[in-house]
């Protein structure tokens, strides 16, 4: 089946075929069924005995019995490291960019004239306001485990 040229502003161009997204439909048509036929295998076909008895119906967790309530509270730490973790992530990853762009090789030299020393020193008040955000949680002890 051929493609008939098609006039744009572009010049000659093949026009739109439908026909090369079929291997994505056939692609999304047996993800799905996949995912469709997992599910319902396991809970349709009685592949494995169901027998309930009070040992298998026990919480389980690590090989021990659970002790006490599943509600107990955690110590703030985690999630403070956690939240802290993220942000300093987040904070370091906004430095990639600009990394590459500045210093990479082949980097436009057009843009290093006009932007580099701007964003140099924007990424310099950036860090200077990592630094402080590291050293006030570092004052506050939020990396000192009890």
Known sequence: ????????????????DLTAYY?????????????VGAIAGT??????????????????????????SARMQFDIKFYLIA????????????LYPWAVIAYGEGGDQTWRAVFGTVVFLE???????????????WKKGVFQWR
């Open 83 to 94: 939240i802290l973790f993220l942000v300093f992530d987040v904070e370091l990853l906004f």
């Open 23 to 35: 291997p994505i439909l056939i692609y999304a048509i047996v993800c799905i069924l996949f995912a």
């Open 43 to 68: 809970h349709l076909f009685p592949f494995k005995p169901r027998k309930p008895t009070k040992i298998k119906q026990m919480p389980y967790e690590s090989g021990m019995d659970p002790i006490g």
């Open 123 to 137: 990424i310099m008040v950036f860090l200077v306001t990592f630094v402080i955000a590291y050293v006030y949680a």
């Open 1 to 16: 089946m051929s493609v008939t040229p098609v006039q744009t502003p572009g010049g000659i161009e093949p026009a739109f």
